[in-house]
């Protein structure tokens, strides 16, 4: 369980970030808080926050700090990974202006002295997209992820300032190195060893592959338990952006996906590619847009299996035979 923060310290806090973020004074009069249903390796809170003026606020409040990470998540989470400033920079500096169905920033307190990383922002109301059967809904998720890598294409040059990883040959090397590694101390039997060997023997063309396509500002785990959705219709709101990061924008559409059998992958890459020549056109023939996006999915496998040692389990929402679909993609990319 993660520590929590103390109400005396929390509602300054809380007061001065409104203030900074709504252009006058904040005053809160009222704070009810309580741990958030969502889950979240950091500490997460929901607030309902009553101001002076009479306003009503219905907020999320994530901790970022590396000392609120609960036990498994400090096992798991590779650490190359982890910039606590990275979250808030993308809601401060990135997705404000971007029109994009995201939550609104409700300001942020950063203090590196004291492993205080706050991140103050507006409550979506909804449920995960995995919670929706109706495929037509993935189908709106698809098409505004398209608009959305359209709307945040012209913010690449404040990457640094959002802190954004990096997709690039060493980020997408280290993965197959862990997931290599992680065999190694979990003895895999031999012919899964030779398999994953045959793999990483073949990983310098799927790299090769994923830096010739455009660039964009991804989330970099726009997995279903990632996006909020208003089931009546309407509103697709991506949470999470610890891992944002310069990349394919692609990548986003592949982790959207997972989980998903081919003709329905396929009927959702096709809405997504659609909606993509609206905003902006895929350099290439629907064929080649469909081999990255299985580029895509076989890093992403490969991400999985490099994510953590023996002995540690994915969330259930994302347990698969990622071995067996990473070898899968690779023969029909005829790696």
């Known amino acids: 369980m993660t520590a929590r923060a103390a109400i005396e310290e929390l509602r300054p806090a809380l007061e001065a970030a409104l203030s900074a973020v709504l252009g006058a004074e904040a005053g809160v009069t009222a704070l009810k808080r309580r ?22 606020l219905e907020l999320v409040f994530k901790d970022l700090g590396w000392g609120t990470l609960d036990a498994e998540g400090r096992r798991a989470k590779p650490p190359f990974l982890y910039e606590p400033r990275r979250e808030i920079g993308v809601y401060r500096s990135l997705l404000g ?15 590196e002295a004291r492993d205080r990383f706050w991140l103050f922002v507006e409550r979506v109301a909804g449920v995960e997209l995995y919670q929706v059967g109706d495929v037509a809904r993935w189908e709106e ?38 997931a290599c590694e992680f065999a190694r101390q979990a003895a895999l039997p031999a012919p899964e060893r030779h398999r994953l060997d045959s793999l990483a023997a073949s990983h310098d063309a799927v790299v090769d592959g994923l830096l010739t396509m455009p660039r964009g500002v991804i989330h970099g785990e726009l997995y ?68 990255a996006v299985a580029l895509c999915r076989l890093q992403l496998a490969i991400q999985w299996l490099g994510w953590a040692g023996p002995g540690w389990s994915p969330p259930e929402d994302h347990r698969r035979d990622w071995l067996s679909d990473a070898l899968a993609l690779a023969e029909d990319l005829v790696l």
């Open 224 to 291: 279903a338990s990632n996006v909020i959705v208003d089931p009546r219709g309407g509103r697709v709101c991506p949470i999470d952006w610890e891992v944002a990061a310069i990349g394919p924008p692609l990548f986003d559409l592949a982790a959207l996906t997972t989980g998903w059998d081919r003709r329905i992958q396929g009927r959702l890459e096709r809405v997504y590619h659609e909606a993509l020549e609206a905003a902006y056109a895929w350099p290439g023939s629907y064929e080649t847009y469909a081999e």
């Open 141 to 178: 998720a698809a098409r505004r992820l398209a608009g959305m890598h359209a709307s945040l294409a012209p913010s690449l040059e404040r990457g640094a300032e959002a802190h954004l990883l990096r997709h690039d040959a060493d980020f997408y090397g280290r993965w197959m190195e862990r």
């Open 97 to 111: 202006g971007a029109g994009i169905g995201t939550a609104t920033y409700f300001g942020s307190v950063v203090d």
């Open 35 to 56: 741990r958030s249903e969502y889950r979240s390796s950091f500490g997460l809170e929901e607030l309902d926050v009553t101001l002076d003026d009479g306003n009503e």
